[in-house]
Nanobody, 116 residues
Framework: VQLVESGGGLVQPGGSLTLSCTVSGINFSVYALGWYRQAPGKQRELVAR???????AYAESVKGRSTISRDNAKNTMYLQMNSLKPEDTAGYYC???????????WGQGTQVTVSS
């Protein structure tokens, strides 16, 4: 099983990024997916999640500024982030959890740095 994140980088405050997570080795359609982030010295926190049926939920800190989506045909999940703030700086990780067994997998992470 592999989850590979991409799309991170350095962006100025107010800018936008779209992260991607491409998954292989699992039946993508029966997994709930999530984006998490972890800043130095802080615990990993949920940013957004999307169910196998496409229902979404967001952390209050990113609500209204981010959109999570999935393309089951491409085995890929996305996180579009707008109006980025310095406090969004973190490593961003994708997670896939089987909807029945609850077994889950993590990607290796992609760094997002918001700075002028």
């Amino acid at each position: 099983v592999q989850l590979v994140e991409s799309g991170g980088g350095l962006v100025q405050p107010g800018g936008s990024l779209t992260l991607s997570c491409t998954v292989s080795g699992i039946n993508f359609s029966v997994y709930a997916l999530g984006w998490y982030r972890q800043a130095p010295g802080k615990q990993r926190e949920l940013v957004a999640r999307i169910s196998s049926a496409g229902s979404t939920a967001y952390a209050e800190s990113v609500k209204g500024r981010s959109t999570i989506s999935r393309d089951n045909a491409k085995n890929t999940m996305y996180l579009q982030m707008n109006s980025l703030k310095p406090e969004d700086t973190a490593g961003y990780y994708c997670n896939a959890m089987h909807i029945y067994t609850r077994s889950d997998y993590w990607g290796q992470g992609t760094q997002v740095t918001v700075s002028s």
